[in-house]
């Protein structure tokens, strides 16, 4: 099970929700990724998402978008 405290090591700087939409699609790549390559993943792809985050390998960029 996952510990809710493992996202609040991420990056404060964005929303809680653009993180929880940016892991979500990154474990949707992680699970279509194996599925394409025909491997069995021990874990679960939310679960690696996370610790990818965790760990720096992926970042949320955050846009600023001007309004005319």
């Keep these: 099970m996952l510990?809710?405290?493992d996202?609040?090591?991420l990056n404060q700087l964005n929303s809680p929700y653009a993180n929880v939409?940016?892991?979500a699609k990154r474990a949707r790549q992680i699970s279509e990724e194996a599925e394409e390559?025909?491997?069995i993943?021990?874990?679960k792809p939310l679960k690696l998402a996370i610790a990818e985050?965790?760990?720096d390998k992926y970042r949320v960029n955050k846009i600023n978008v001007e309004e005319d």
């Design 21 to 23: 939409i940016a892991i």
């Design 41 to 43: 993943i021990s874990e």
């Design 3 to 5: 510990n809710p405290n």
């Design 7 to 9: 996202t609040y090591n």
């Design 37 to 39: 390559n025909h491997e």
């Design 53 to 55: 985050f965790i760990g």
